[in-house]
């Protein structure tokens, strides 16, 4: 499975989202104290962008109906959103390039 880099460590304040396409995937990328998560940026209740909802710890809230995802796993932990986010291996290099792991 192949790396892709997606952007700086700097672009990623902690407490913060940043948003990623790669290869027509839309992926949300979240800082938690240095430690980072990505999954899909996309809503699986209904068509939001994650990114553009509130980040309380490391619950992902969506903008339109506020269903609640652990960004760690991608778990949906409330309703409306019954099914989980598809989650990504990310790393930091040493240069502080951040790269996401991408199924083939």
């Known amino acids: 499975m192949p790396w892709h880099p997606v952007c700086n460590i700097a672009d990623i304040a902690p407490g913060n989202c940043f948003r990623?396409?790669?290869d027509d995937e839309d992926i949300v990328l979240v800082n938690l104290d240095g430690d980072l998560y990505a999954c899909a940026n996309i809503c699986t209740h209904d068509y939001a962008v994650l990114h553009e909802g509130e980040l309380e710890g490391e619950e992902l809230i969506c903008p339109l109906?506020?269903?609640?995802f652990d960004v760690r796993t991608g778990e949906a932990l409330c309703a409306p959103a019954y099914e989980a986010l598809k989650t990504y291996p990310v790393r930091l290099l040493d240069d502080g390039k951040v790269e996401l792991e991408l199924d083939d």
């Open 20 to 22: 990623a396409e790669v």
């Open 65 to 68: 109906h506020l269903a609640r």
